[in-house]
């Protein structure tokens, strides 16, 4: 007898995946995504478990446990850190693989003297999960043998919480326009894009402020940051908030940034998107395609183009809105979590099967 759909859901259920990040108690792109998944994929009756790296002895517990035929299948994230593990860990090889790239494995690692150590984890596994078309373009033109392996998933959208927070507690008023840069400190980021061209913006509209979110990624790069902003009263830098209150935090804004020089996708700006925000995007590949320039938002290459994107929002209140409103039902249209978690099932079941 062939067993129902359910009993092979639970036949899933009881074969573990571990799900193995380079980061996890930080919060990041890559943190965020191992927890969406891992919820999302743990109520569709998956069983997995998280390995960060940053945990001490992780390359014991991870022998030990491949050593013990504990999972049946290993879920790796960034083709840096992975390609890593398989280096130190070959005995994986014998499980089925997947592996999520994340962006900056692609559109910067892969060019540079990681290069060997990204090709070996996408040569090793079994399904590569992309979050857009561009990075397909990237793999296909370096190894076009990798094509059939390509799934492209865009990144779902899940915010908590229902409370709004007040400006005053971070000292904004209501007629203050609230640009925000949810962004951890690395110079991949940029946020002296932000700052400079928003310096050059507030002298004209002295209501103009820049908030600024996220964790300290690289310790040099925010000390240098921090140092600037000592001089910036109408910048504020509010560190790393937990997610489950970054939805309270993103209604200050008025109008997101991202400046990155390399993106994946940018889980914060889509964030923002969800509850009506527009944006203005780098012009790199991550971000491109994302959304329709003058539509949800704008693109931009430089200073100048910045500048020019932040004077249109910020003179007229019903182009903020109506960029916001379309921006809002395009992320519920093309990024929604379900989606995204029903992609990853049907991933997991063919691998698992």
């Not at 540079?112 to 399904?127: C, E, F, H, S």
């Not at 903020?320 to 093309?334: D, F, I, L, N």
Request: hydrophobic share 40%; aromatic share 6%.
């Amino acid at each position: 007898m062939l067993p129902s759909d359910e009993n092979k859901q639970n036949l899933l259920g009881l074969k573990r995946v571990l799900l193995i990040t380079p980061f996890y108690k930080v919060q990041r792109g890559n943190s965020l995504t191992v927890d969406r998944i891992k919820r999302g994929l743990s109520e569709k009756g998956f069983s997995l478990e998280v390995l960060t790296m940053e945990q001490p002895g992780w390359l014991s517990s991870l022998k030990t446990a491949v050593q013990e035929q504990r999972y049946a299948m290993i879920h790796g994230f960034h083709g840096v850190y992975f390609g890593q593990v398989l280096e130190m860990v070959p005995q994986i090889n014998k499980l089925p693989l997947l592996l999520t790239t994340t962006g900056t494995d692609l559109n910067l690692d892969l060019k540079g003297a990681q290069r060997p150590v990204v090709l070996k984890a996408l040569d090793a596994v079994r399904k590569i999960i992309i979050f857009n078309d561009d990075m397909r373009k990237i793999i296909v033109e370096l190894s076009p043998c990798l094509k059939e392996k390509l799934v492209t998933i865009p990144q779902g959208v899940s915010l908590y919480g229902n409370n709004r927070s007040i400006r005053q507690d971070f000292g904004l008023d209501e007629k203050n326009i609230v640009f925000l840069l949810p962004s951890g400190l690395r110079a991949v980021k940029n946020i002296d894009l932000a700052i400079d061209a928003l310096e050059k913006v507030h002298q004209e509209y002295p209501e103009v402020r820049l908030v600024i979110i996220g964790a300290v990624i690289d310790h040099d790069y925010a000390d240098y940051i921090q140092k600037r902003l000592i001089k910036l009263s109408w910048v504020r830098y509010l560190g790393e908030i937990p997610h489950d209150q970054m939805k309270n935090i993103l209604f200050l804004g008025d109008i997101v940034l991202n400046t990155s020089n390399s993106e994946g996708q940018p889980q914060g700006a889509l964030e923002a998107m969800s509850l009506g925000k527009p944006v203005i995007l780098s012009a790199v590949p991550g971000n491109l395609g994302l959304i329709i320039h003058g539509v949800e938002g704008y693109y931009q290459s430089n200073e100048k183009e910045l500048i020019k994107a932040a004077r249109s929002l910020i003179v007229n209140a019903d182009l903020r809105k109506g960029m916001g409103m379309v921006a809002q039902r395009m992320v519920e249209t093309r990024f929604a979590i379900e989606k995204e978690m029903d992609a990853y099932a049907e991933v997991y079941r063919q691998l698992l099967s």
